[in-house]
């Protein structure tokens, strides 16, 4: 078994420009997927982190009375997926804004009256957390004929969601595409080395060598290529995220979301992975070779 290893070690010291290429294909492959799994995990975060501040505001018509608002306040709550209900009268949400616009005050000197109407803010369960679910629930809130507006944001989620979609398949066609790439490389190295070493491998089938025997330096050194390319592609991710997250925390305000690097098991997951595409890359290169 050392016999393989030191075999394999000097077949890619013999060989240096064949494999450095082939390990840094792997590594930008690496990188690339990494970089695209990265920005999934954190989105998603982002998604979810989101999705649980999603609230549905109901505006009323105005000069809605007070009966009709109860009534509406207990239909609202005994509906499917509403966690809670607050009603927010118009004379409250005025209070509310004029707070939050205190610089701006002398736009509220020339009002005759309160222009904002009365509303309800409804938070939703888990389970209802998703863009399908309220809008079919918004599309219930709007029929009750006290409603005048219903509001979610679902313009942004809307794009937002489709853009992440869009975005996710255009990382699985690059993922596929890298991974394709890399292992062609793999195993066109792999050949060439083949090919230059066949004297040798005749010689030793002559004198009785087992293809196993043979082959074993070879699948070693597509691993080798493998978890190099692998931890060189996640090493350079690593400084990328180092760089993108002090950037940001400098950016934007502390506490409004953090990013994370991939878990130990991601990254584990990640070495393994270029791993088996050196090794599958020998595979087909040494199953070529015998036919």
């Known amino acids: 078994m050392i016999h393989n290893y030191k075999r394999a070690i000097q077949d890619i010291r013999d060989h240096r420009f064949l494999n450095g290429v082939t390990i840094i294909t792997i590594a930008i492959s690496i990188l690339i997927v990494s970089a695209f799994a990265l920005f999934f995990i954190n989105a998603n975060e982002i998604i979810n982190s989101w999705k649980k501040g999603i609230k549905i ?22 509906m499917d997926g509403i966690r809670d209900v607050r009603f927010i009268s118009k004379n409250e949400a005025f209070q509310e804004l004029k707070k939050q616009m205190k610089r701006q005050s002398s736009l509220f ?12 803010e409804i938070r939703l369960k888990i389970s209802f957390q998703n863009q399908e679910k309220v809008e079919i629930l918004a599309t219930k809130l709007e029929s009750f004929p006290q409603v005048d507006e219903v509001e979610y944001g679902q313009r942004w989620l809307g794009q937002f969601t489709n ?42 089938r002559l004198v009785g060598a087992t293809d196993s025997f043979i082959k074993a330096p070879f699948y070693i050194q597509g691993l080798i290529q493998g978890a190099f390319g692998g931890i060189i592609g996640l090493a350079a991710l690593f400084v990328g ?37 050196g090794w599958i890359g020998c595979y087909l290169s040494l199953k070529q070779f015998s036919k």
């Open 163 to 204: 853009f992440f979609n869009l975005f996710r398949l255009t990382g699985y066609a690059m993922g596929g595409l890298f991974f394709m790439a890399a292992l062609l490389i793999v195993a066109n190295t792999i050949r060439l080395v083949l090919y230059s070493r066949r004297d040798e491998v005749e010689i030793m």
């Open 109 to 120: 000197e020339n009002l005759k009256g309160n222009p904002l109407p009365d509303a309800f």
């Open 57 to 78: 505001m109901v505006y009323l018509k105005p000069d809605t009375p007070e009966t009709k608002i109860s009534e509406l306040i207990r239909k609202v709550q005994h």
């Open 241 to 277: 995220f180092l760089l993108l997250s002090s950037s940001m925390e400098r950016g934007i305000s502390p506490g409004l979301f953090t990013i994370r690097f991939l878990s130990p098991g991601a990254f584990c997951g990640i070495i393994l992975g270029s791993t088996f595409v």
